[in-house]
């Protein structure tokens, strides 16, 4: 009696590979692009937190806060859209600014023409390579 072998033959080990190769190159091109929806989510995230706090900031100026204390931000200059000034709205440091901070920040908002309660634009740019860029709107405080 001859004893039979189990096991794969040559052709089905083949075959399990190429699927599992072309599994593989699918898998791949779907997430080589999260680290860019990352970061454009990340800059996002950033003019969100800038323009909810020029919001606050605003409003606590405008109820009579001394500006300068308890966290305001005085936004009166003819260009407000400099790291510097918009820096004291952002949480954290090396956030704003030139690089090696994560995001730089540029435009020629002018408050001093918008006045109090108006609004100017300021543009927002990935440091890492220049490819992420939004807008974000800041309220003056005058």
Do not use: H
């Not at 791949?28 to 909810?52: H, N």
């Not at 020029?54 to 308890?70: C, D, Q, R, V, W």
């Not at 820096?87 to 956030?95: A, E, P, R």
């Amino acid at each position: 009696m001859m004893k039979r072998q189990a096991g794969f033959t040559l052709i089905e080990l083949v075959v399990v590979i190429v699927i599992l190769g072309i599994l593989g190159v699918a898998a791949t091109a779907k997430f080589q692009d999260l680290a860019g929806e990352a970061r454009a989510s990340a800059i996002q995230g950033v003019a969100g937190e800038i323009a909810s706090a020029s919001a606050i900031n605003y409003a606590k100026i405008a109820s009579g806060t001394a500006a300068g204390t308890n966290g305001t931000v005085q936004l009166n200059a003819a260009n407000v859209c400099t790291a510097g000034i918009l820096g004291g709205l952002v949480q954290g440091s090396g956030v704003l600014g030139a690089s090696p901070n994560r995001y730089a920040v540029s435009g020629t908002g002018d408050c001093q023409t918008a006045g109090a309660g108006g609004t100017v634009t300021c543009t927002l740019t990935d440091n890492a390579d220049n490819t992420y860029t939004t807008n974000v709107s800041v309220i003056c405080t005058n």
